[in-house]
């Protein structure tokens, strides 16, 4: 680590030396993309004129190992769900009553069940109709971590994803369906044997370009009305949902990424499609025609959104000596 | 209500004017019992001579309407599992990892709507086996509100059950597979893009005679090796189960509780098959060889295992009127 620290204060040592940053620099901070940003697009879009600009850099992007340096050129969009069940008036006795009551705990896996066929695609009434088909380069060019890097990642038994499709594709090119949690009846130590009132599942969606989270939730509502039987009543809450993202790679931005990227790593960069959703890419795009040069530098088992999160300090001193270099760079276009 | 009142206190009063009880009585009293009675069956083994007796009375059952008398002639079984899914070793960030790892909640899910056909029959390997059919006779006899009193008692938008079964069969005579609890991830406010870990559900059956609770348990394995996918691992626990009872109708026992019911309510009983378990009868019927008369007086609406949870105030009082008829009935066979 001692050795990422030395030249990170080497480039600081350079940049005082040339009298500060050669580019203006305008920093927008929000507290507010683990829900969803739901009040960043109106805040741009009011602000157009303060935050015009040339180049956005965001950090909220990772790489895939620690040496090997990536920019993201693709981010999955969101669509968020809570799907609620509800069957007797209140909990009943599963004696007195079981039988002849349809359990809404099972009804709610049942529909869950149904969102998948036996070869992992999503079975939501046209679903995959804007999915856009990757040409057969790109998909050979999408740099991801070996299978058993990832399983051993995961920590789980065996992979499973959609069939057809490789890891790294499952991950980045092709949308999910993911129950975030799922709640009903007693759940406490011990046996109670209760008939439950209703159930709870959190649904969300990672969606990929030109799929479009309204049209996810009108698929899904018609999804629940075809298949919920006349035995329960259901109601479906959408929480705040984003588009996903596609940024160009032939920009002079991207080009200074890569260069302060490859100085930095001693390596030379690639390109990676992300997982998950930045709300703000997709709203600076609209509203001020920029794309995002997402340069993170998390890490695959760094733990997010999980108990543990770490970050890996030598590409913490790292980035910050790639984001000087990149100022250098991107002045000289 | 005054007039019940009234009712049982001149029965109280002939009962003070007889010098007593004419029959000697034993009273045991158990605290386990919503638990399964892990520890009853050993205590009426080591307590045989004690316990010794003609007639066992239990209050621990209910009547359908409240100007219904009843008794009930059989109990369901009960066999309680939890199952858990073990997927990621910790909970993931659905967007870096979803899509390429199996969701421990929906394989849950899966498995859980697996356990039930489109007809509403259990699909556990060899789940049926010893059900006996029921003669058309008894099917006729069974005693049950109707549908629609039913449904509005549940509280539910249309009754559901297994197909080919009234209700009365399918509450009585017909074993079930309910979902008690069920959980996983993030259940709290809101949204959180997470991937679980884990899963849990609680699953019981209860059971009509010749069904084996420890047979229901390798059956229930069965299903699981064969359907639960090599993309997680799972454990299956069992808490306190017991077996359905059957109780004799042509006893002096029973026609001395007929006799007080109908003098009591002055409406003639029926015969109920009970949708609830109550360990202590089969025990007794298997250490001590006595067939236990259950009459009790609770109603379907009486919220039982859930918020407000009632007596009807009426059949308090008729209740301690028709076991002090029993007792002067019982005295003369």
Redesign the interface.
Known sequence: MKGQAHAFLKALEALVENGGLPVNVKVMLEGEEE??SPNLGAFIAKNKAKLQCDVVLNADG?IMRPDQPSLVNGL?G?A?FELWIY?????????????????P??V???L???M?DANGHITLPGFYDKVRQMPAEERRSLAHATDEE?RAM?????????KGFT?AE??GA?P?L??????????GE???????AK????I?M?LVPYQDDNEIESQLRTYLEKHA?????WELKK??SGPAVLVRQDTDGVRAAFKALEKTFGVKPLFKL????VPVVSMIQAHLGVDSIIMGFGL?DD??????EKLHLPNYYRGIEAYIRFFDAIAET
């Open positions: 829900i969803g990772g999955r969101l968020y069957g007797p008036k209140q909990d009943l006795h599963s004696g007195s009553f079981g039988g002849s009551v349809h359990n705990a099972q709610l896996c049942e869950i069940a149904g998948h990832w995961a920590g789980v038994p065996q992979l499973h994803g959609e890891t499952r991950l092709r999910t993911e129950i975030n949690g799922i709640v009903s009846g007693f759940t011990g046996a109670k044997t209760v008939l439950p159930a709870m599942a959190k969300s990672r039987p006349p035995t329960v009543r929480f705040v992300e997982g998950g959703s695959p733990n997010l959104h999980s108990p543990n």
